[in-house]
């Protein structure tokens, strides 16, 4: 007896162990498992399961109609549409800083692995000498350029924060790169992730791309004094062209726009005239499309500098370098970010688009200094001036 249960046993296990294989065998060979579908699709897919069962409606996304694009002609393309693969040298990463805070540019080599990278200095620092530097401990992507201080703004590095990109660019030359990830020298960007987000986005687009806005009117009617908040969803924005959400419906009609959120549409590009007739944000434009909420892009509605943003090469294109050269020759007298997004306006008509992965879930927020205060701080911050709120000051200490 004892003989006959142990081979019942035996083939119990043996029964067992096909079982497994048949079925790892047919979820390895499934057409699902087997597409290389794109992450973009997959989370478009995911999104609309999710509504499916909460609403009990299948909803498709916006279908994709004829527009003009930022040359005035073509088909507009399809939000999240796979394009040819980007790789980390159609990237150009743009950084101001200065010479005291080079550590900090060193220690982001970790994250600007193999993207080619301008560092823009003060005039004093020699930036041939800090480019051979670079080449000779491995770093052969990375360069450096020169741009004076600024005596007469908030911070003497802001008129060389807000040129940054358009110098960076003018030196690398618009034809070797797609994307330009501009952010302050401790702002981290993660590669892998920028380039799954601009897979479907057309880099001759003039795009300006951020979801972490300064704006004066946090618009959430709670009352009270919200002003200069950020990231701001009230601040007014754009999605891409063509964009696609299980919840989106075009010129921010949704039903779905969380409490508080500009009601954006699609840029194509985004434009005040786009901003100002292609979705219904009571009070902000006067009948002229006047600025009502904001006096002018740079006047505290301008994107965060410490949470970085995206740049399209058509953008940078659309923008001539010369009259940023004369531009930014004078002090602005306000913060680097502020004078960078005045000079967009001002030169290209251009103004921000939302990435939207956030847009319909306020949760989310892909642009974020991720800098957090007390999270950050140890007893060694404690009871100094800076309060641990200077990255320098940390790793000095």
């Known amino acids: 007896m004892p003989k006959r249960k142990s081979t019942i046993r035996i083939w119990l296990s043996l029964a067992i162990l096909l079982v497994v294989i048949v079925a790892a065998y047919n979820w390895a060979t499934s057409p699902e498992t087997a597409s290389e579908e794109p992450l973009r699709q997959r989370q478009l897919n995911s999104l609309r399961q999710w509504f499916a069962r909460e609403t009990g409606n299948d909803v498709q996304p916006t279908k994709v109609t004829k527009s003009a694009s930022s040359s005035g002609k073509g088909e507009r393309e399809s939000f999240g549409k796979k394009k040819t693969k ?10 101001p800083s200065s010479s005291d805070r080079l550590p900090l540019v060193r220690g982001s080599r970790l994250w600007r692995r193999d993207v080619p990278s301008l560092i823009i200095t003060e005039f004093w620092s020699d930036p041939d000498k800090l480019t051979k530097q670079a080449e000779f401990e491995g770093e052969k992507l990375e360069k450096y350029g020169e741009w004076r ?3 007469g703004c908030m911070k003497i590095g802001d008129v060389r924060a807000g040129v940054t990109p358009f110098l960076a660019a003018h030196l690398h030359g618009y034809e070797n790169f797609k994307w330009m990830l501009y952010g302050d020298d401790d702002t981290v960007f993660f590669i892998d992730n920028a380039l799954d987000m601009l897979e479907g986005l057309d880099h001759n687009m003039p795009y300006f791309l951020t979801d972490h806005l300064w704006f004066p009117d946090q618009f959430d009617g709670r009352g009270g004094d919200h002003r200069k908040m950020h990231p701001n969803r009230s601040a007014p924005r754009c999605l891409p062209c063509g964009y696609q959400d299980p ?4 010129n921010g009609t949704s039903i779905h726009v969380p409490a508080g959120s500009y009601r954006a549409p699609e ?9 100002c007739r292609g979705a219904d944000n009571p009070g902000y434009w006067g009948p002229e499309c006047q600025w009502n909420k904001a006096s002018h892009p740079g006047w505290w509605y301008f994107a965060h500098g410490g ?13 001539e370098w010369a009259k940023m050269e004369r531009r930014f020759d004078v002090d602005g007298g306000v913060s680097g970010d502020s004078q960078f997004m005045a000079a967009v306006f001002d030169e290209s008509g251009i103004l921000p688009t939302d990435p939207g992965y956030g847009f319909y879930r306020p949760q989310m927020t892909l642009f974020d200094p991720g800098w957090r205060g ?8 404690w009871g100094v001036a800076d309060l641990g709120n200077d990255p320098m000051g940390i790793i000095d200490r």
């Open 149 to 151: 201080e600024a005596w």
């Open 86 to 95: 980007l790789k980390r040298k159609d990237l150009l990463v743009a950084i």
């Open 374 to 381: 007390e999270q950050a701080r140890g007893p060694e911050d």
């Open 247 to 250: 919840l989106h419906q075009p």
């Open 267 to 275: 840029g194509c590009p985004c434009t005040l005239e786009t901003l």
């Open 307 to 319: 949470a970085g943003a995206i740049l399209s090469v058509g953008l940078l294109r659309s923008i």
